[in-house]
């Protein structure tokens, strides 16, 4: 994201190591904010911290798995000649049966961790907005170039 200026550029460099140290840094940072944001229940007690943060990562992942399956079809669809080096195990029932579970397992969290399932889909959501500004910043920036 960062080399493609959605998101800030320190945070796709390496460091001596190899590593991306500073995109560790604010991962470590993000989740700092995760855990200090306890889950209150209606009740007034604490909920189970480790696993509202499993729901929030759970839901959220398999939106973006199951997205990413459907790009197979799109793909295959829009660009009969691209190169396919990797074939789909299956396809087309293996993807679209991975799709058909994923769609019922977020259903099921859904419908049974509803305060962490939508959590989870708020915090995509508010990405929504973050990366079409990081975007247009990004074009204009391209443009002036």
């Known amino acids: 994201m960062a080399k493609d200026g959605l998101f800030f550029r320190a945070t796709g460099k390496l460091n001596k190591h190899g590593v991306p140290g500073t995109a560790l840094v604010f991962q470590g940072i993000w989740i700092a904010i995760l855990i200090a944001a306890r889950t209150r229940k209606p009740d007034g007690t604490y909920g189970n911290l480790y696993g509202d943060l499993l729901n929030y990562v ?5 939106i973006f798995y199951a997205l990413t399956i459907a790009g197979i079809f799109v793909l295959r669809k829009k660009r009969l000649d691209a190169d396919r080096p990797y074939k789909a195990f299956g396809y087309p029932i293996i993807p679209a049966l991975y799709i058909v579970a994923a769609s019922a397992i977020m259903l099921v969290l859904l419908l049974y961790q509803t305060q962490t399932a939508l959590a989870g889909l708020v915090i ?3 990405g929504l907005p973050v990366y079409w500004l ?9 443009d002036a170039n």
């Open 58 to 62: 759970v839901f959220s992942v398999l």
């Open 124 to 126: 995509v959501l508010l």
């Open 134 to 142: 990081w975007s247009r910043k990004g074009t204009r920036s391209a």
